[in-house]
């Protein structure tokens, strides 16, 4: 299980791997253009948080160990997701 820090102090939410894995593609990726977006995670008690990803934004990926390949259909549906109004929400890997 791998987790996403998000704030100072950090937020912190836990995220499958294989899932953040992907996750971090897409927010290095609008980053490195300098495009700001928002973000929904699940919490674990229910409900969900929208997070402002930007340059700004104080941001930690930690990993278990091991590595995953990549979904590059899901990581499509994820890229299409973060360029909307609405923001990236983390929906279910495609097979």
């Known amino acids: ?3 996403l820090h998000y704030g100072s102090p950090p937020s912190i939410f836990d995220i499958p791997d ?3 894995t992907h996750i971090e593609i897409v927010v290095l990726a609008k980053l490195r253009r300098n495009e700001p977006f928002a973000m929904s995670v699940e919490l674990e008690e ?3 948080a929208s997070l402002w990803i930007s340059v700004n934004s104080d941001l930690q990926f930690i990993f278990g160990p091991g ?3 990549i979904n590059r259909e899901w990581l499509e549906q994820l890229i299409d997701s973060a360029n909307t109004t609405s923001g990236m929400r983390i929906t279910p890997e495609t097979t």
């Open 67 to 69: 590595s995953h390949s």
């Open 18 to 20: 294989r899932d953040l």
């Open 1 to 3: 299980m791998g987790q």
């Open 46 to 48: 229910g409900g969900r």
